[in-house]
């Protein structure tokens, strides 16, 4: 290829940075540019904590991506041409790319009645302020958690900590870390019960009210504020575009991370379908942001030095969960993301956790 070669990396999360950081280790004459609506690097693997009141440290992205030789242009896109291989962005402003790394990440799915309206969420940085504003107004009223997912259960552990006169209610369909082994989900269970943390399990929520939520059975439960963390929906910039697409708007990618549909698009993180072992999608997590968004800037380096990038190998190995500051649950994986024996718990596992969340902002370059 000749001339300079320019490539726009959006989304300044955790696969963005993976790959802006991997595209200047492994190119030469290249410009990046990272492309997001914030500009400062919050790491969202500490929300929970933020959403409790705790001070989380913050990274100018210009700052620390500029030393590193890499353009940050701080702006929302609004809308991808791959005709013209043009961004543009919500003041106007068009970038111009010859390869596109689409890294947006994911927001809270609230699709529910109500929820948009009446819910807080902790999907994203500037929504976790907002929820320990709310959550210490509450007063006596009941703080209902709803999801018993991995992010509802470390909100739930963080705000009872904090907050330990309050009551908090964990609320879903599913028993808290129903895919964990058995004695990952017995700690879990244990040390929510000893935060306090009341758990209601086999409850649908159809409807979230101004004063509580609806369930599928008709029942109404009371609630001073309602957090929700049940999904994940990711921007629908990519399927306006008319990239492939899957029902959720992921793009589909190949086993390089390229997408299917348009051979200059990558796509890594949250928002790309990536098969993983067993052919099963690759879950949205930290755990697969960083790696897939390497993964992308080695495909892209290969190709432009002329070479065809190895596909991806993709395992897990460990899902970390913390339960407040002092417990935590360490959950040691097969390779297809199913859980082994092996299991850590207590003050040993939210030591281990801390140096994960650690070493994750540590490898995309933010510590």
Do not use: N
């Not at 052919?279 to 992308?296: D, K, S, V």
């Amino acid at each position: 290829m000749t001339g300079q070669q320019h490539i726009v990396v959006l989304g300044a999360g955790y696969a963005g940075l993976a790959a802006a950081r991997g595209l200047v280790r492994r190119t030469r004459g290249t410009r990046v540019t990272v492309v997001d609506a914030r500009a400062e690097f919050v790491e969202r693997v500490r929300l929970h904590q933020r959403a409790s009141g705790q001070d989380i440290a913050t990274r100018d992205l210009r700052d620390v991506l500029g030393a590193r030789g890499i353009d940050f242009v701080c702006g929302r896109a609004t809308r991808i041409d791959p005709a013209d291989k043009t961004v543009q962005l919500a003041d106007g402003a068009v970038l111009a790319y010859d390869t596109l790394v689409y890294a947006l990440g994911s927001t809270a799915a609230v699709e529910v009645p109500g929820a948009a309206a009446f819910a807080r969420t902790v999907a994203t940085p500037g929504e976790a302020p907002a929820v320990w504003a709310a959550a210490r107004g509450t007063g006596d009223g009941p703080v209902v958690i709803v999801g018993t997912g991995a992010t509802g259960i470390e909100l739930a552990a963080e705000l009872a900590e904090s907050r330990p006169d309050s009551r908090i209610v964990l609320l879903g369909a599913d028993e808290p870390g129903a895919w964990l082994s058995p004695r990952a989900a017995v700690h879990l269970r244990a040390a929510l019960a000893r935060l306090g943390v009341e758990i209601r399990t086999g409850a649908k929520v159809v409807e979230v009210l101004a004063d509580g939520v609806r369930l599928a059975d008709g029942t109404c439960l009371p609630a001073a504020l309602t957090i929700w963390t049940a999904g994940f929906a990711v921007p629908d910039l990519a399927a306006r575009a008319g990239l492939a697409v899957d029902a959720r708007g992921r793009v589909r990618t190949d086993d390089t991370l390229r997408s299917i549909s348009h051979p200059d698009i990558y796509a890594a993180g949250d928002a790309a379908l990536i098969a993983g072992p067993a052919e099963r999608p690759l879950r949205m997590a930290c755990a697969t942001a960083i790696p897939t968004g390497a993964h992308a800037a080695g495909a892209i380096a290969a190709r432009l030095r002329g070479v065809e990038p190895r596909p991806l190998r993709f395992r897990y190995a460990v899902q970390c969960l913390s339960l407040g500051r002092r417990d935590g649950l360490i959950q040691v994986l097969r390779a297809d993301d199913t859980p082994r024996s092996p299991v850590l718990t207590g003050r040993p596992a939210a030591r281990v956790k801390e140096l994960v969340v650690r070493g994750a902002a540590w490898s995309v370059g933010m510590r």
